[in-house]
């Protein structure tokens, strides 16, 4: 009785690596958009802390160097927290099409996959056929070689 073997287990393989690394792919970007909007949300924090700061010193009496200071740092920041939100829109696009190629990796491997099984099923059968076969062979050949009685 010969072994099973899957004649595509190269290629079942070869998307199983690949849907693998579609995976740590969607991982790294998902790891990337978390520490850019970290990094927004600490602009946006730092931002709302510098308004405040400058509206209370507004009300105890701004001066002029208060001005000079606040304002263009102000501005600063929120020019730094529009190309943030920029960055974290783009990674935001990086992370669906890295989820959009997994997800099709992951349809090639698991067709891949159902193929094999379907394979070993047929492989089963067959084998269980060649048996039922032979053991009719067998109650075949038993019946014709007992003697016979003649009653």
Do not use: W
Not at 76 to 105: D, I, M, S
Not at 108 to 126: A, V
């Amino acid at each position: 009785m010969k072994k099973y073997r899957f004649n595509l287990e190269a290629v079942l393989q070869q998307r199983k690596l690949i849907h693998e690394q579609k995976a740590r792919e969607f991982s790294a970007a998902m790891h990337q958009l978390q520490v850019e909007a970290r990094r927004l949300s600490e602009f946006r924090c730092q931002q709302s802390e510098t308004l405040s700061a400058f509206r209370k010193k507004k009300q105890d009496g701004l001066t002029v160097r208060d001005s000079v200071l606040y304002l263009p740092y102000l501005d600063r920041l929120a020019e730094a927290e529009k190309a943030q939100a920029a960055v974290v829109a783009e990674v935001e696009t990086r992370v669906k099409a890295a989820g959009k190629a997994l997800e099709h990796a992951r349809v090639q491997y698991e067709i891949m996959e159902k193929m094999k099984e379907k394979s070993r099923q047929t492989y089963n059968d067959q084998l269980k056929h060649e048996e039922n076969r032979f053991l009719d062979e067998i109650s075949t050949m038993r019946y014709e070689s007992a003697p016979k009685s003649n009653g």
